[in-house]
Nanobody, 115 residues
Framework: QVHVVESGGGLVQPGGSLRLSCAAS????????MKWFRQAPGNQRELVAL???????HYTDSVKGRFTISRDIAKKTAYLQMNTLELEDTAVYYC?????????WGQGTQVTVSS
């Protein structure tokens, strides 16, 4: 069994920053890819960023240059540093850990950007 827990969400003004954390635990030999998704009310869930086991990264266009994904392999933890936040970044952010070909989702953390 694998558990994924996100933290670090909250309320922030436009232009502000937040750092999300994602901790995986349980029966894990290796996490291949860690991903961050988000879902805003009325919208489909979208992939925000991912990081592979060798450090390769991918970002959706709307967050390039503002968000940075990183990971600590030993701690089985991933981070999403979000800078210059915009109103459109408001969403529930979900972390996914891919272990042995299976995706394990966290419960999500709310990020609200509002003045």
């Amino acid at each position: 069994q694998v558990h994924v827990v996100e933290s670090g969400g909250g309320l922030v003004q436009p232009g502000g920053s937040l750092r999300l954390s994602c901790a995986a635990s349980g029966n894990i030999f290796r996490i291949n890819v860690m991903k961050w998704f988000r879902q805003a009310p009325g919208n489909q869930r979208e992939l925000v960023a991912l990081i592979t086991s060798d450090g390769g990264t991918h970002y959706t266009d709307s967050v390039k240059g503002r968000f940075t994904i990183s990971r600590d392999i030993a701690k089985k933890t991933a981070y999403l540093q979000m800078n210059t936040l915009e109103l459109e970044d408001t969403a529930v952010y979900y972390c996914v850990a891919e272990v042995a070909g299976k995706d394990y989702w966290g419960q999500g953390t709310q990020v609200t950007v509002s003045s």
